[in-house]
DNA sequence: GATTCAGAAAAGATAGCATCTTTTCAGCGG
DNA sequence: CCGCTGAAAAGATGCTATCTTTTCTGAATC
């Protein structure tokens, strides 16, 4: 295992702070900041403030024109799978229209990765991914939910790392998320529907063979219950 | 419509160049560099070479760390949803996987995105899809195969946009770079099937009608023809 | 082995010139 | 008096150059 993780600090406060307000609607489009303002704002020198407003430049976030400053952008241009902005999204006013989006591109992914699961994993992680759905039904049985979350967010980020294909697995992180909100939200029944427990188990059992058609379709199935959870439209923006 | 487009030509070279290289594995993960032999290099100041860094490490493809300098991480770390990411792995050795996994994640988005125009979408929008699903009969039936790819790409575009949810709407230029690349590689037959032809139409007139199910099952039956022509492996890395 | 230490490299600050655009406004013509 | 044209001014970033500070590595030393 690599250990390249000792890598993560270097996120600066300023695109922190500046991406959250943009996010946010403190700085609607077309507003227009200068680095000047920023290097009074933030007490930073002039190379700073560029260092942070290229970053945000490469969210898509802004756009620096000469004479005229940086400008912020239509959200429809911000690069909208890069963690941050989805961070900044979920904590910002477009909170569960975010959660939902998010759930919904879960509902899509999830039943192809487990297909790519069942014919690519290797003999262990399809055992691990078996273990795990066991342990669920333990926890699930017996109510301990912030247990039961954890392996659950543990299965299926397995799953999507496990897919093969690693557009499924960047959305790893993005997944346990949603997973998260959902039972922290109270969206989650408090003691998990036993069929959602069979069908993990069913899942984990169609990779542990091999069975790319049946690993599919009981994942639909489990997203499908969440599907129906969800409201039938989107929240408002 | 805002015209706020006047803004991508602020790719430097630098970054380009030092992308497509990490991703064509020039310079492995763990190899070194220094701001100083970027500057010699590129014959750039130190401030620019900072620049073009700090874009590379937002993309979580360098870290830098003080006294050792950037350091190349390893590809499971990159943003795999950024355009530039994209465009490098589709032009740098593992091109075909990056093929691949692109089709199975539209395979996966598609019948949503359907779903959920057929739900959002405005009336105008849905009309809209109509035609363009009539215009690719007629030159479907007609062998113009360019043509025929220019209003595909519209079609399946316009229906990820109109489907509401901005995470699938972000993914239109993936989209749309993998239908040419199918084109243009040969993997489509010279003349489109006559059924492709007439399950656009299918989901067009769903969408139309606002029939959330029959939207979604039709584009899954058009993605499950890509998914039989998708070799049944992925491509190795 | 643990500790110390020198030095390498980035982190950050500052100053200045170059360049690009927007704005303004003077002058002219109708 | 009004409107237009075009040139100059001003405001902002782009890039270079250089300096100090900080941090951490790697090796020498104990």
Redo the contacts between chains.
């Keep these: 295992m690599?250990l390249?993780d000792a890598?993560d600090l270097?996120q600066h406060p300023i695109i922190e702070v500046l991406g959250q307000e943009i996010v946010d609607g403190v700085h609607a489009?077309?507003a227009r900041l200068t680095l000047e303002s920023l290097q009074d704002r933030f007490g930073v020198s002039r190379?700073v403030a560029?260092?942070c407003m290229?970053?945000l430049?490469?969210?898509r976030m802004v756009?620096?024109?000469r004479r005229v400053g940086l400008?912020v952008?239509?959200?429809?241009?911000w690069?909208?799978?890069?963690?941050r902005v989805i961070r900044w999204r979920l904590s910002g006013p477009g909170r569960e229209r975010q959660y939902a989006?998010?759930t919904?591109?879960r509902?899509?992914?999830e039943?192809?990765?487990a297909a790519?699961a069942a014919?690519?994993a290797s003999a262990e992680v399809r055992h691990e991914l078996q273990d795990l759905a066991r342990q669920l039904r333990v926890l699930g049985e017996s109510g301990r939910l912030e247990e039961f979350l954890a392996v659950d967010i543990a299965f299926h980020q397995l799953l999507l790392e496990a897919s093969?294909?690693?557009?499924?697995?960047?959305l790893t992180g993005v997944i346990a998320e949603v997973l998260a909100g959902r039972t922290h939200q109270g969206l989650m029944p408090l003691q998990p529907q036993p069929e959602a427990l069979a069908e993990h188990e069913a899942v984990a059992d169609a990779v542990g063979r091999r069975d790319r058609a049946g690993a599919e379709t009981h994942m639909r199935w489990l997203v499908d219950e969440v599907r129906r959870a969800l409201a039938?439209?989107?929240p408002p923006h």
């Design positions: 690599p390249d890598a270097l489009p077309g190379t560029r260092d290229r970053v430049e490469s969210l756009y620096s024109r400008v952008r239509e959200p429809a241009n690069t909208k799978y890069d963690r989006e998010l919904e591109l509902i899509a992914v039943p192809l990765a790519g014919v690519r093969g294909n690693s557009m499924f697995a960047e039938d439209d989107l």
